[in-house]
C-alpha cells in the first residue's frame, strides 16, 4: 500500500518529494540566490530567494503587464514556451539591477524540459550564470 500523501494527485505528491530532494543539496546567499521556477497549467514564475533571510530578491511572471499579461490580442500570439523565456530575462534584468550576476538554478521537482528550460534560457541571455 502506498504512503498515505497529503496531496490529491500522485503527480503532485512525487514532484514534491524530488523538490525536498533537490532543497537538501542547495540553498540561495545574498550573493548568489536561488532561482526558483513554478510551472501551473496556464502560467509561470520565477523568484530570486536568498535562503539566509528567507527573503525574495526578484520576482517575475507571465501575468506582469509589461511582459503581455493582459495584451491589446493585436500582436501576434506568443507561446508558453515564449512568455517563459520573457520571464528568465525579466527576473535577470531585475537582479542585475541589484548587482546580483550568478544564481542557482532550482526547477522545484519539475523536469528540467519545455517552459522550465526556456526560463533558465532567457535568464542566461539576461546575462545570469549558472
Avoid: C, W
Avoid at 514532484?15 to 521556477?37: D, F, N, Q, S, Y
Wanted: no cysteine.
Amino acid at each position: 500500500m502506498p504512503p498515505v500523501t497529503k496531496y490529491r494527485d500522485e503527480k503532485v505528491a512525487a514532484r514534491i518529494h524530488r523538490k525536498e530532494r533537490i532543497r537538501k543539496k542547495i540553498a540561495g546567499t545574498p550573493e548568489r540566490p536561488r532561482l526558483t521556477v513554478f510551472r501551473s497549467a496556464k502560467h509561470i514564475y520565477a523568484q530570486a530567494i536568498d535562503d539566509t533571510t528567507n527573503t525574495v530578491l526578484a520576482s517575475a511572471s507571465d501575468l506582469e503587464e509589461a511582459l503581455g499579461g493582459e495584451s491589446s490580442g493585436q500582436e501576434k500570439k506568443k507561446t508558453k514556451k515564449d512568455k517563459a523565456k520573457l520571464v528568465g530575462k525579466a527576473v535577470a534584468k531585475k537582479l542585475l539591477a541589484k548587482n546580483i550576476a550568478a544564481v542557482i538554478f532550482d526547477r522545484n521537482g519539475f523536469i528540467y524540459h519545455g517552459r522550465v528550460s526556456a526560463v533558465a534560457d532567457g535568464a542566461r541571455e539576461g546575462g545570469l550564470k549558472f
